[in-house]
């Protein structure tokens, strides 16, 4: 590989981690207001059409 192909490589892959980051901020974001509306309606579980939602603790935090 050339210094200019590394150089394209490196670049696309601070591109893809800043995308990458925006993303997890709106994931996190998502599931924090899902989190939020069924606390507010003391709901363990939850339909959404196909979806099923459950409260779970998140033991990796």
Do not use: F, P, W, Y
């Amino acid at each position: 590989m050339t210094e200019r192909m590394i150089s394209r490589r490196i670049r696309k892959l601070k591109e893809l981690g800043a995308q990458k980051a925006m993303l997890d901020s709106q994931i996190d974001s998502l599931k924090c207001e899902i989190k939020a509306d069924m606390v507010s309606k003391g709901l363990e579980e939850q339909q959404a059409g196909n979806h099923i939602i459950r409260l779970t603790s998140d033991l990796h935090r």
